[in-house]
Every structure is written in structure tokens, then in C-alpha cells.
């Protein structure tokens, strides 16, 4: 068949849940039987947002092939349950980068270059690359930001040349909106949505469906008026009112009939009557009242908690599969080491340290981190968290508050994490760290090789520096177990604390690969020892090993 597209564009403001949106889309395909991907495409200029602050976008979601990108895409693989690869998020700057160096080295001699067609092209190029190396037979493309935007003026020229390339029938296009309530006279309101749609079509795009967000149910007459006004099918003016489970939208968007009427607008039959059962339980099991334990996330960006999205998914998705609640407590490190929050960090059952780059904030995660072995509180460390509870570890051990990483103190005598000798040429800061998928061994008995029950797993990464093998005698003589390396045996992958409950670090990044449907091992063995610290019992659990490599898409 041909390859289908759905491009999802917003508007009125940013933040409805276009990403949700999609991702959930992409699930009502997937349960029909359809190959599905998803791209983002995003209209700044950075190459990809590896190299900004978490404050401006949020996490950096990275991808197996090691792709920096977008925390959207982390909605698509965990909603989706897929794996997706780095075409898959497309910004400005990759794109100008592309056609600027082409230009430099002479393919266009004697052209002028111009946002249409060689920007458009390049963008058309990399929409149709989606297909091309994931097999997906159904591509789901996300434009971020707002219709109006000046920035993806391009992209949505693109699209429109695609669906008059491709015709109607392949090409669908949804419209995300907002209806903002007056208080005053108690109304949604569906001009904005109007004013949105008619920008939309004045580039050259009539929307097929449009998702309409509210805070308040959207009664028959709004839809209606929406239809009309919009000429949009009234089955495809589709009411999503907020909902605090995230994970019910794919669900509300069955309901509404969202799936039969997108396969039926694409002209296909669904390969399979779709099945909600285990989905349906997993909403069920979030809406009933669990027992809760409480985690303190100690981190620098916690006042943005998307800067941790995937670290709070992980932890949900485990406490869920134990049958407990999982209360995070938002933990400033930077406030930490001017002695803020302890009794909050004395109270918790549990703490992750996670990743993180700079020197804000270090001497609190130590200091979160020492408490948590002094005091046999269960501690997840992720990336920095692990290197740090090594620096908070080598302290003791080499007596001397002068043990840290060079990241923070270069000239340390005891640089127990140190830059990767692959790291020390590299100049550039963007997309040059250790990415992606690599191997980790396991140690039989130990908590990390318990967790997994395989002997070898492959985990996403994102780091420059590293445990220094210099010190790894002396930290093995006093009671740290190195309980995952590479193949190897170069790097340190996990680290442990013998005779700590559960006191263990990671090099990589473990909450990449979480699922609702299957919560990460060590995710699930950290909540786990959690609840034993506050006694409260938990369904037994279940391995639940990360999906296997083989690319699925
Ligand atoms: N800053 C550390 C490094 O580069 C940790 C990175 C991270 O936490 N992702 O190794």
C-alpha cells in the first residue's frame, strides 16, 4: 500500500498535548494492525536540542541510533511501544545545515537558493525518509509550535505540496486546538479555534479532523458550531477534555471514534478489531487508590518537571506494576547544599539522583546521596547520579572531601570520574558525547544481574565522562560492586554498595526504555526496595526485561 501520512499541527496556544495527541493516535493505529512511526518536526535552529538548557525544552530524549531529540518522542515510543530512530525528529537548523553545505560544495552551481523549493524540498526529503528506514506504512508527522508561527511557515509548505503530491486520500490533516472558557458568562469559546483553522487554510492546508482541548466538558452544539464553522465532519470535530491519566487519551480517542473514522478517511480496513484489554486495566490500575511511597527527585531543573519526564514515567510505570502510588517530591540540589529541604529528604522512602550537567547543585546530590547510604535509603542514581554516588563513595574511602569528578574540579587529586579518553580531542559540544545503545554485561548475583535475569542488556547513554579505572580496586576492596561493564570490561555500566537495601547507579540512561506495559527492571527493583523501606507490600513482581534491540520499526 502507500505510505499514509497524518500531519498534527496546533493551534491557538502551544501546549495542548499535541505531542499526547499523536502519540495516542499512533496507538489506535497500531491496535488496528498498521505499521506506525512518528515524526516531530521542529521549527528552531538549533541542529537538535542536545545543546539546550532543559529549562527552554525540556528533557533531551535519546533515541538507540543515539539521536539527541525532542521529549515528544519519548511519548511516541512510550504510548506506541516502539522504537524510533533519528529521522524521526527534524529541526530548522538540520535542515539549513543540510542545504548549506550542499550549496558550499557545489550541487546547485548556478542556483539561487530559496526556502521554496530547496528548504521545502530538503524538508519533503526527510519526511519521506521515515518510511524509507523504519518500514512504517502509516507516518504520523508532528509540527511543533502554533500555526501563525513565522518558523514553520516552511514545514507547512511541505506538507502541503505532499498532500497535493499524494492526494487526499493519503495524506490527513488534524488540527489540535484550544477552547478557553470565560468564567464570567460560564462558555467555551470556539473563535480562537475558528481564527486557527482559517490561518491554516490561508497557507493551503484544510484540516479533516480537529481535536478540540478543553478544561470542561464540550457539549453536541459546540461541535456542531465547530463543524460548520470550521467545515470539518462533525464525527471528526473530536472533544478531549483534559484527563489527569495521561495514558487514558488513547482510550478517550477510541471512544470517540477517532480510529475507525481516520482508517475509513485513508481508504484502508483495519487488519485486526482492536484490543484494549491490557490498556484499559493499566487506566484502571492508575485510577484506583494504591498505598503511596514517597521519592525525593534531587535534581538542578526541578522546577520544570518535563526537565525529568522520562525519570517520572519510569517511576510511575513501576510503581504501577507493584500496585503502589508513587509520590515524587521535587528537590532542589542547589537548595540542598545550603541546607534547604532536609526534613523532606529525611522523610522519603526513597531517592534518584538523576542526570545532569554542570556544577550547580553537585555538593547537594552528594550530599542527598551520602545520607541515602548512611541511612540504608533505597537510591537510584542516572548517569550523574551514579557518577556522584561514586565521588560520594570515593570520599570515604580515600578520606578526603577533595575525591570528585573533573567535571567539577579539574584539577582534583583524586578524579575517581574522569572525561572518557575518547573525549579529550573533542571540541565541538553538539551531538559529540557517548550516545545511544550500547552493550552492558551483568554480574550474577548482584542486584543489577537479579533485576535484568539476562546475562546481557542494551541500554541508551548520553555522557562524556566516566568511572576512572584507576580507582576501581580500591573502590571494589571497600565495598562497591561494579555489577554491569561493557564487554569489555572497559567502562563501568552499574554500580552498587554492597550491603546498602538497594543503593545503585547507572552510566546509561534506564528510563528511556520504560514502558506503562513494561516498566524497566531497575526501575521496578528500586520502587520495590522502596516499599520495603516503608512497609508497605507489594504485588510480587514480575520481570519485565526492556524490549529486545531488533528494531520493531
Ligand atoms: N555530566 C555527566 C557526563 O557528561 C553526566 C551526563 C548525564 O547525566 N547525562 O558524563
Redesign the pocket.
Known amino acids: 500500500m502507500a505510505t499514509k501520512y497524518l500531519f498534527f499541527t496546533g493551534g491557538v496556544v502551544s501546549s495542548v498535548g499535541k505531542g499526547v495527541t499523536a502519540a495516542a493516535v499512533g496507538r489506535l493505529l497500531k491496535n488496528r494492525g498498521f505499521h506506525v512511526a512518528v515524526q516531530k518536526l521542529d521549527p528552531y535552529i538549533n541542529v537538535d536540542p542536545g545543546t539546550m538548557s532543559p529549562y527552554q525544552h525540556g528533557e533531551v530524549y535519546v533515541l538507540d541510533d543515539g539521536a539527541e531529540t525532542d521529549l515528544d518522542l519519548g511519548h511516541y515510543e512510550r504510548f506506541i511501544d516502539i522504537r524510533l530512530n533519528k529521522v524521526c525528529n527534524v529541526t530548522t537548523g538540520q535542515v539549513y545545515a543540510e542545504v548549506i553545505g550542499k550549496e558550499r560544495r557545489g550541487d546547485y552551481l548556478g542556483g539561487t537558493i530559496q526556502v521554496i523549493p530547496h528548504i521545502t524540498n530538503e524538508i519533503k526529503r526527510r519526511i519521506a525518509a521515515v518510511a524509507k528506514t523504519t518500514g512504517a506504512e502509516i507516518v504520523l508527522v508532528e509540527v511543533g509550535g502554533t500555526v501563525g508561527d513565522i518558523e514553520s511557515l516552511p514545514f507547512l509548505e511541505a506538507i502541503r505540496q505532499i498532500r497535493t503530491d499524494l492526494g487526499r486520500e493519503n495524506t490527513l490533516s488534524i488540527h489540535v486546538t484550544w477552547l478557553p472558557y470565560i468564567g464570567a458568562t460560564a462558555e467555551l469559546k470556539t473563535k480562537p479555534t475558528q481564527h486557527s483553522v482559517r490561518e491554516l487554510r490561508s497557507i493551503g492546508i484544510s484540516p479533516d479532523m480537529i481535536v478540540a482541548r478543553s478544561d470542561y466538558p464540550i457539549d453536541d452544539s459546540l461541535r456542531d458550531k465547530i463543524a460548520q464553522f470550521c467545515d470539518v465532519d462533525k464525527r471528526a470535530v473530536i472533544p478531549m477534555v483534559t484527563t489527569p491519566v495521561l495514558y487514558e487519551v488513547p482510550l478517550l480517542l477510541e471512544q470517540a471514534g477517532v480510529g475507525d473514522y481516520l482508517v475509513q478517511r485513508l481508504g484502508l480496513e483495519a487488519r485486526q478489531k482492536p484490543d484494549w484489554s491490557e490498556w484499559k486495566q493499566m487506566v484502571e490500575e492508575v485510577r484506583k487508590d494504591k498505598p503511596a511511597v514517597k521519592v525525593g527527585l534531587v535534581g538542578k531543573y526541578v522546577e520544570l518537571h518535563d526537565a525529568y519526564m522520562s525519570v517520572r514515567e519510569a517511576l510511575k510505570h513501576a510503581a504501577l506494576h507493584l500496585g503502589v502510588e508513587v509520590d515524587i517530591h521535587w528537590i532542589h540540589s542547589a537548595e540542598v547544599e545550603k541546607g534547604k529541604h532536609w526534613d523532606t529528604i529525611k522523610s522519603m522512602d526513597g531517592i534518584v539522583v538523576?542526570?545532569?550537567?554542570?556544577s550547580r547543585g553537585i555538593e547537594g546530590k552528594i550530599q542527598a546521596a551520602h545520607y541515602a547510604r548512611t541511612h540504608q535509603v533505597p537510591y537510584l542514581g542516572?548517569?550523574?547520579?551514579?557518577?556522584l554516588m561514586v565521588v560520594e563513595f570515593g570520599r570515604e574511602a580515600l578520606q578526603s572531601d577533595e575525591v570528585n569528578?573533573t567535571?567539577f574540579d579539574r584539577s582534583t587529586p583524586y578524579p575517581v570520574?574522569d572525561?572518557?579518553p575518547e573525549q579529550h580531542e573533542i571540541t565541538d559540544m553538539g551531538g559529540t558525547?557517548?550516545l545511544g545503545l550500547y552493550p552492558c554485561k551483568l554480574i550474577p548475583d548482584t542486584i543489577a544481574g537479579r533485576a535484568y535475569a539476562q546475562p546481557m542488556v542494551e541500554e541508551r547513554?548520553?555522557?562524556?565522562?566516566?568511572l576512572n579505572n584507576t580507582y576501581r580496586g580500591l573502590l571494589e576492596e571497600r565495598g562497591m560492586v561494579f555489577s554491569g561493564v561493557s564487554p569489555d570490561n572497559r567502562l563501568v555500566e552499574i554500580a552498587e554498595i554492597a550491603g546498602h537495601p538497594f543503593m545503585l547507579g547507572t552510566?546509561f540512561?534506564p528510563e528511556f526504555l520504560s514502558r506503562p506495559n513494561r516498566p524497566h527492571p531497575l526501575f521496578t527493583a528500586f520502587i520495590q526496595a522502596v516499599c520495603q523501606r516503608a512497609g508497605i507490600p507489594t504485588r510480587a513482581s514480575v520481570t519485565t526485561a526492556p524490549q529486545s534491540v531488533e528494531v520493531e520499526n
Open positions: 538523576p542526570g545532569g550537567f554542570g542516572l548517569c550523574l547520579g551514579m557518577q569528578s567535571e570520574i572525561l572518557m558525547m557517548r547513554h548520553r555522557h562524556r565522562f566516566e552510566q540512561h
